[in-house]
């Protein structure tokens, strides 16, 4: 595993450098496919001191993002609080992942790749460009994958229906369900 350890307003020395590590690294003993591993620690002055340290962590594994954030009056209990929340994280995502026997036959049959569309420069400016991999998943998963990156809407291979499809997040706190039809 690959883990970068960043900080905003907070000195990452050696001790803290190591605790990040030795905490994290034990991520990989429940969830081997870890690729890449990156926390960010922040200390921002506010009036309330629970919220006086932040820590962050974003974990890949092979197609899945996973993401915890926690602040608290410490730097080393930010950091114990993000570990904690990654590893229910993780035992959910790897509940999902093995029930799942349709997914992994779909990921076998299903190849997708995404490109942008160009439009002439005088009706859109397209200022930046992202590539992502539609991991092959239940609409069910989608949403839980989208609540996990925090985003208001989640873009994946839906294997009932074989196309792409956008599950977002309504206002009245349910999912709707985006599926493309050719005319």
Do not use: C
Request: hydrophobic share 40%; glycine share 4%; no cysteine.
């Amino acid at each position: 595993m690959n883990l970068t350890i960043h900080g905003r307003n907070v000195v990452i020395s050696d001790r803290v450098q190591d605790y990040v590590e030795k905490k994290v690294g034990r991520l990989e003993k429940y969830l081997p496919q870890i690729r890449e591993a990156r926390t960010e620690l922040v200390r921002r002055e506010t009036r309330a001191a629970a919220d006086r340290y932040t820590a962050q962590l974003t974990i890949w594994t092979s197609g899945q993002i996973l993401r915890a954030e926690e602040s608290s009056e410490d730097l080393f209990a930010s950091v114990d609080a993000i570990v904690d929340k990654m590893y229910r994280q993780i035992e959910r995502f790897k509940g999902r992942r093995f029930k799942s026997k349709r997914r992994n036959a779909a990921a076998a049959a299903a190849a997708v790749e995404l490109s942008a569309t160009q439009l002439p420069d005088d009706l859109v400016r397209i200022v930046r460009t992202k590539q992502f991999v539609a991991e092959p998943m239940l609409p069910e998963e989608a949403a839980e994958q989208m609540e996990l990156l925090g985003h208001d809407f989640f873009v994946f291979y839906n294997v009932d229906t074989r196309s792409l499809n956008i599950v977002y997040g309504r206002r009245d706190g349910n999912y709707g369900l985006l599926q493309p039809r050719v005319n």
